[in-house]
């Protein structure tokens, strides 16, 4: 093999192993093999020395276009490994600018809000939250609420009776107002008396636009020594304005319930329209809305707990959470509370 050919065939091989090189080790091990210090280019130039002077003009031209070709050689290589390395990683980036999948956050039902909302403010007047079951006896639902059987007033609360007899009677139901936790209360605890009873009653009756068959009712009651009828309204009358607004004002009206004497039912003055509107939404040119009913604990019943009636007073009120809620958010229908219509619901 004469020295041209030599170098030709180690351009061959060189180029076949450049090729075959995959990463950066593997070029630096290419490139001290060919122009290292043992490298096969190397060796040819080292020996060009000894040859003669035509023929080392000759070999010395080829090595030297041999061992420019394969430095182009190596940078391209290099050059291609490089974009492929990119190309890859790019191909499983994460893209940091596509914009995200949105996460539908949760929120409490309009009920639950303004139920919160009630105690919160009846907390910060000094009121305890307490709770009572809803599977009640006729005798705190009704009797001792001074509503005996056959009645009249016991119309006013068509009842769901729970199938238990006893003597040929039914003496449970589910309680139709939160009203029987004034007894449970005053026969459990001594004056004074500041309690907020939250939860949830049930009715007998046709379903409506403002009727259900269950309702939450948040039951006030307070009894002390020398509580009078001003402290029920100005009781009330703080509730209004802090759920209301506080240019609300309140209006109390003759009513009746047998459990409190006297009774009233307490209306706020209309915060959507000044009052004589008789388009307006909320309370249809009324002016007013009613809240709730209320009044001063019967004596009867602080002397039948054990208490000097002429000592102790107490007033007592129950409100309906999804009235307040309604009035709260302009919903016309009572049936979309309880539907579980996600459109609806999202709203409030
Ligand atoms: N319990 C009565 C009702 O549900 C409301 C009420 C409560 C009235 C307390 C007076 C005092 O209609």
């Known amino acids: 093999m004469t020295a041209i050919e030599q170098i030709a065939a180690i351009e061959a091989e060189a180029r076949a192993s450049l090729a075959a090189a995959g990463d950066d080790g593997a070029l630096a091990a290419w490139q001290s093999g060919v122009f290292g210090k043992g490298g096969s280019l190397t060796g040819i130039l080292r020996g060009l020395g000894a040859l003669a002077p035509e023929e080392r003009k000759a070999v010395g031209a080829a090595a030297n276009l041999a061992k420019q070709a394969l430095e182009a050689a190596l940078a391209e290589r290099r050059d291609a490994l490089k974009a492929a390395s990119l190309a890859a990683s790019a191909a499983d980036a994460l893209d940091v600018t596509l914009p995200g999948r949105p996460l539908r956050r949760g929120r409490l039902h309009p009920v639950t809000q303004v139920r919160r909302e009630i105690l919160d403010i009846f907390a910060r007047l000094g009121f305890a939250t307490v709770e009572g079951p809803e599977v009640e006896l006729d005798e705190y639902n009704f009797?001792?609420?001074?509503?005996?059987?056959?009645?009249?007033?016991?119309?006013?609360?068509?009842?769901?009776?729970?199938d238990e007899e006893v003597d040929g009677r039914q003496p449970l139901l589910l309680r139709t107002h939160t009203s029987p936790m004034q007894i449970r209360h005053i026969d459990t605890h001594e004056p004074p008396i500041r309690v907020a009873v939250p939860g949830r009653c049930y009715r007998y009756e046709a379903t409506d636009a403002t009727h259900e068959w269950m309702l939450e009712q948040v039951e006030l009651l307070a009894i002390d020594e020398g509580l009078s009828l001003a402290?029920?309204?100005?009781?009330l009358q703080e509730f209004a304005r802090q759920m209301f607004g506080p240019e609300r004002r309140v209006l109390m009206r003759n009513s009746y319930f047998p459990f409190v004497e006297p009774g009233v039912e307490l209306a706020v003055d209309c915060f959507a329209c000044p009052g004589d509107n008789p388009a307006c939404p909320v309370c249809r040119g009324a002016g007013w809305l009613e809240i709730m009913g209320a009044?001063?604990?019967?004596p009867e019943i602080i002397a039948a707990a054990g208490y000097d009636p002429e000592r102790y007073t107490g007033f007592a009120a129950g409100m309906g959470v999804e009235r307040i809620t309604m009035l709260k958010f302009g919903i016309t229908d009572i049936r979309d509370l309880h539907a579980n219509d996600l459109r609806f619901l999202s709203q409030f």
């Open 143 to 162: 009797g001792r609420l001074r509503i005996p059987e056959h009645h009249p007033a016991r119309d006013m609360w068509d009842t769901f009776w729970l």
């Open 231 to 235: 402290n029920l309204k100005g009781t």
């Open 295 to 298: 009044g001063m604990v019967h």
